[in-house]
């Protein structure tokens, strides 16, 4: 799946170096980087199985800040190349990435562990679309997360259209928002650990829901939509007695 990335990088070094490439095939490009979203969302999910319930905010918030990062390295490794190299080197930047993909490539054959106990429980991805609370976050996410990045970028030509800022001053302000929200998350989830959910959609801090698209440890006894907080501490959890060891 890390291979893949390197489908949208080299795109992106091909088209942006041609002024006369189509919309739609920047369309296209877009879509194909839909393969990161697609590494990022899996990510999220099987590094739920490694940790114990005490410990997942931290490790969910870490890796998604770790994912969210890269909203603000992409302006940073941009205004670099601005600097160095004018702004007619925007093509330079996906070059930058292509050697920590194909080292990301070679780690994950190396070392990476492959969770066999890892499945998709369709039925319950199907149920939790009964749950009106199912939509309700969805349509938060979409809407935080989109524009989390969206904003992040329109941000700097806003900057420059609109105030009158030239590239390289845009771009040192424009990644001082995604890197704090990134850098934040990991904060998040260890106060999450450590005070619980006193907002989840049961009404009350005691209980937790877990999110249906999440593949659970087999030997689980998790329901869906809501357990018992109780049930699932650290000393008895399922997933804490069965989570295998990160490398």
């Known amino acids: 799946s890390a291979s893949l990335l390197l489908i949208p990088t080299a795109l992106a070094f091909y088209l942006i170096q041609n002024p006369d490439t189509p919309y739609w095939l920047f369309l296209v490009l877009g879509a194909t980087a839909g393969f990161g979203g697609g590494n990022f969302s899996s990510s999220m999910a099987n590094i739920n199985l490694y940790f114990p319930e005490k410990e997942k905010g931290w490790a969910l918030g870490l890796n998604a800040g770790g994912g969210n990062i890269g909203v603000a390295t992409v302006q940073l490794v941009g205004l670099a190349v601005i600097a160095l190299f004018t702004a007619s080197a925007g093509h330079l930047v996906p070059l930058f990435y292509a050697p920590l993909i194909l080292l990301a490539v070679w780690v994950a054959l190396r070392s990476m562990n ?33 524009s989390f990045i969206g904003f992040g970028f329109a941000f700097g030509l806003l900057l420059q259209n609109q105030f009158g800022l030239q590239p390289l001053q845009a771009a040192s302000v424009t990644f001082l928002g995604p890197a704090i929200g990134s850098l934040i998350r990991p904060v998040g989830g260890t106060m999450a650990d450590r005070l619980g959910a006193p907002g989840s959609p049961s009404g009350t801090s005691s209980r937790w829901c877990s999110p249906p698209a999440w593949p659970s440890p087999p030997s689980s006894s998790t329901t869906w939509p809501c357990s018992s907080a109780s049930s699932r501490s650290s000393s008895s959890s399922p997933a804490s007695a069965t989570a295998p060891s990160t490398r």
């Open 114 to 146: 492959n969770l066999t106990s890892a499945r998709t429980d369709v039925s319950a991805q199907i149920a939790a679309t009964r749950d009106r609370h199912f939509w309700i976050m969805s349509f938060l996410y979409i809407g935080t997360f989109g």
